[in-house]
Each structure stands twice: as C-alpha cells, then as structure tokens.
T-cell receptor, first 113, second 114 residues
Framework: KAGVTQTPRYLIKTRGQQVTLSCSPI?????VSWYQQTPGQGLQFLFE???????NKGNFPGRFSGRQFSNSRSEMNVSTLELGDSALYLC????????????FGQGTRLTVV | GENVEQHPSTLSVQEGDSAVIKCTYS??????FPWYKQELGKRPQLIID?????GEKKDQRIAVTLNKTAKHFSLHITETQPEDSAVYFC?????????????FGKGTKLSVKP
C-alpha cells in the first residue's frame, strides 16, 4: 500500500508570491491534516479536511487555505508569502473509521526568499 | 488555547540506559495520545500510541503510560541503542480524537551515546 505522498518535495519562492502544495493520502483514508514544522515552534496544526469539508482550523492567518477533492487528495495554498512562512509543510492522513492513527508524508520544504 | 508541554527538550543517555520523556496536556476531551519519532530529514513516524481507556501500553523496548487525572503521559525506552537517536514528539487529540487533528509537544532530541 502506498504511503502518503506530498509534492513537490522542495520549493523556493519569492516574498509576495503564492504557492500550492499537494498531498495524496493513503488509499481509503478520508481525513487529511496539514501541519507546519519549524525549528522554533515544532509541529503546528493548520487545518483538517474530511470528505471535502474543512472540519478544523488552527491559529494561522487567512493567507493559509486548503481544499480536498472527491478522491481525498488535498491541496494547501499560501498567498502573499512572507519570509516567516519558510518551513517544512507536512500532511497526515487518517482512516478514522479504523482509528485515529495519523501517518505523515515526507513533507514539502518551502523556502521564501 | 489547548496545548501540550513536553520535557526535556534534549536528553543524552548511554547506550543500554533507559530514557523517559514526559508530556502534559490541557484539553480534558483529549482521548488519544500518539508518539512520533523523527530522524533527521525524514517524516515523523508513529511508534506507539495510547487511548484514554488504557493506563499503559508496551511494544518491545518502548512503553507509554497515561495518567488521565493528572493529564500526564510518558514515553519509556529501555535498553537504548544508537539508532534510537532522533527527535521524539508527543501529541494529544483535539475534539475527542474522532477528528484527525493533533496538538504536538515541541519535541525531545534524544542522543544515545555508544
């Protein structure tokens, strides 16, 4: 069974630009959560999608948004990039009906210059 | 807001010794507590978890204990090996665990010296 896949693995963007990251969950998993990982703040919850609906949102500005498609693949978008958005963005998928275990993708390393 | 505190932030042990990492959580509704191991440049890997109706769970050299009254849970690694060196994160579910979102501690960097 394929694991959680995130694309791209690395991105370099300029301040003010926008970026879209993609996450394909484990087959059969309908919940996708996104996290921002930085050395100072650790793993911080961005939002969670289940059956194409955002169920929870963390404490991030409105520049961070996401969506989920009918095949459970999810995208997150960051607009008007700031230097402080440089981080590793991780997504995790869960089956939920089998239990809350969350499995992470390898992440997308975003660098804003 | 809800949070998870994790201690210590760094831990250095000799090979063969035990290591203990402790976490406290604030959300009384939390009922699922996973632990993740993250090696340098890799994704966090789920190594063990515990649910609120259980006080202790073991898997070979690792164990987790939970005290719901005190809102504490801990990871215990016995007979540590150099390959145990990594950053370990504890987490607690939000919203009762039926939803896929976790609050993470800030991590513990474990170094096991040969």
């Amino acid at each position: 069974k394929a694991g959680v896949t995130q694309t791209p693995r690395y991105l370099i963007k300029t301040r003010g630009q926008q970026v879209t990251l993609s996450c394909s969950p484990i087959s059969g998993h309908r919940s996708v959560s996104w996290y921002q990982q930085t050395p100072g703040q650790g793993l911080q919850f961005l939002f969670e999608y289940f059956s194409e609906t955002q169920r929870n949102k963390g404490n991030f500005p409105g520049r961070f948004s996401g969506r989920q498609f009918s095949n459970s693949r999810s995208e997150m978008n960051v607009s008007t990039l700031e230097l402080g958005d440089s981080a590793l963005y991780l997504c995790a998928s869960s089956a939920l009906y089998r239990g809350p275990e969350a499995f992470f993708g390898q992440g997308t390393r975003l660098t804003v210059v | 807001g809800e949070n998870v505190e994790q201690h210590p932030s760094t831990l250095s042990v000799q090979e063969g010794d035990s290591a203990v990492i402790k976490c406290t959580y604030s959300d009384s509704a939390s009922n699922y507590f996973p632990w993740y191991k993250q090696e340098l440049g890799k994704r966090p890997q789920l190594i063990i978890d515990i649910r609120s109706n259980v006080g202790e769970k073991k898997d070979q050299r690792i164990a987790v204990t939970l005290n719901k009254t005190a809102k504490h849970f801990s990871l215990h690694i016995t007979e540590t090996q150099p390959e145990d060196s990594a950053v370990y994160f504890c987490a607690a579910s939000m919203g009762g665990g039926s939803q896929g979102n976790l609050i993470f501690g800030k991590g513990t960097k474990l170094s096991v010296k040969p």
